[in-house]
Nanobody, 123 residues
Framework: QLQASGGGLVQPGGSLRLSCAVS????????IGWFRHAPGKERDFVAG????????LYADSVKGRFTTSRDNAKNTVSLQMNSVQAEDTAVYSC??????????????????WGQGTLVTVSS
């Protein structure tokens, strides 16, 4: 019901745009979060957007470089990644919270997860 896409190989300093396609039945009234999981590390919160799109939240490590947005007409949430760094290399996943809840910053806050997409930052 959620599917992340758009990953790939990008050079340091470059940009990449990820997309999370959400089924219509799940998209409404649910905040969506982005998480990443790098090899040998824990899964970390990256960014999130509220169910109505009026508020976003970012991890300090990506603040000012990443932007998340949602298109309610297309049931998609995007993550624009700019000025990427090697440390951004990870599998990125999107997840949905229970209806009406605010953005959460821990994985346990989310009820539904999509398959991730790999982002590799390398020259």
């Amino acid at each position: 019901q959620l599917q992340a896409s758009g990953g790939g190989l990008v050079q340091p300093g470059g940009s990449l745009r990820l997309s999370c396609a959400v089924s219509a039945s799940m998209f409404s009234f649910r905040s969506i979060g982005w998480f990443r999981h790098a090899p040998g590390k824990e899964r970390d919160f990256v960014a999130g957007i509220t169910w109505n799109g009026d508020s976003t939240l970012y991890a300090d490590s990506v603040k000012g470089r990443f932007t998340t947005s949602r298109d309610n007409a297309k049931n998609t949430v995007s993550l624009q990644m700019n000025s990427v760094q090697a440390e951004d290399t990870a599998v990125y996943s999107c997840a949905a919270r229970r209806p009406w809840a605010a953005v959460g910053t821990t994985a346990s806050d989310y009820d539904y997860w999509g398959q991730g997409t790999l982002v590799t930052v390398s020259s």
